[in-house]
């Protein structure tokens, strides 16, 4: 199995594991507003969880989205460009990226390895090792840090490299 395999196979388990993440949230907040409805009680947790789960949707689809070129982002400008404009803009876009996804990853990675030295909890409905609520951090931006730089290499590596981008014929 190729390490590009293994790659892709990483980025779809994560967005995966974003869906499941996606039904859970769809469960536990019906699941509390039936219980509401009918004046049953509470499930402890349930707007904590959610919170985290959110967070963690967003994190963990990142990568898998900018894989496929299927992130959002403003065309007003480049539908406007052709040709070499339009492929300078994009490479510059993937360098700012790489650039930034890079910079937060090295500030992810040190809080994460404090908090998880410190033992650091989350008190609220329900207590919370902090790490645990951080580790697709540093996990989603060190991916977000390959996708970049396979963008550009993509892009710089052969004349048509762009298309090579899965989503690249809907989106640029």
Same mark, same amino acid.
């Given at each position: 199995?190729? /390490?590009? $395999? &293994? ?8 967005? /995966? ?11 536990? /907040? !019906?699941?509390?507003? %039936? *219980?509401?409805?009918? =004046? &049953? ?6 707007? @904590?969880?959610?919170?985290? +789960?959110?967070?963690? *949707? ?7 989205? *900018?894989? =496929?070129? !299927?992130?959002? $982002? ?5 539908? =406007?460009?052709? !040709?070499?404009?339009? #492929? $300078? ?6 360098? %700012? ?5 890079? &910079? ?12 998880? @030295?410190?033992?650091? *909890? ?11 609520? @951080?580790? @697709?951090?540093?996990?989603?931006? +060190?991916?977000?840090? &390959?996708?970049?730089? $396979?963008? %550009? ?10 298309? #090579?981008?899965? !989503? +690249?014929?809907? =989106?640029?």
């Amino acid at each position: 199995m190729s /390490i590009g $395999r &293994i790659y892709e196979g990483v980025l779809v388990g994560l967005a /995966i594991l974003a869906g499941l993440l996606l039904v859970f949230l769809v469960v536990i /907040i !019906g699941g509390e507003a %039936i *219980l509401r409805l009918f =004046n &049953i009680g509470l499930l402890r947790g349930t707007v @904590q969880f959610s919170e985290y +789960a959110l967070f963690s *949707l967003a994190m963990l689809a990142a990568p898998w989205l *900018l894989f =496929n070129d !299927g992130h959002l $982002r403003v065309t007003v400008m480049l539908d =406007n460009l052709k !040709g070499r404009a339009k #492929a $300078r803009v994009l490479l510059l876009t993937d360098v %700012i990226g790489l650039v930034a996804s890079a &910079i937060a990853l090295r500030y992810a990675v040190g809080v994460f390895v404090v908090s998880y @030295q410190r033992g650091q *909890l989350i008190f609220n409905d329900v207590v919370v090792s902090e790490w645990l609520l @951080q580790w @697709q951090v540093p996990l989603a931006l +060190a991916l977000l840090v &390959i996708e970049f730089l $396979r963008r %550009i290499w993509l892009v710089l590596g052969t004349p048509t490299g762009r298309a #090579a981008l899965k !989503g +690249a014929q809907d =989106n640029a």
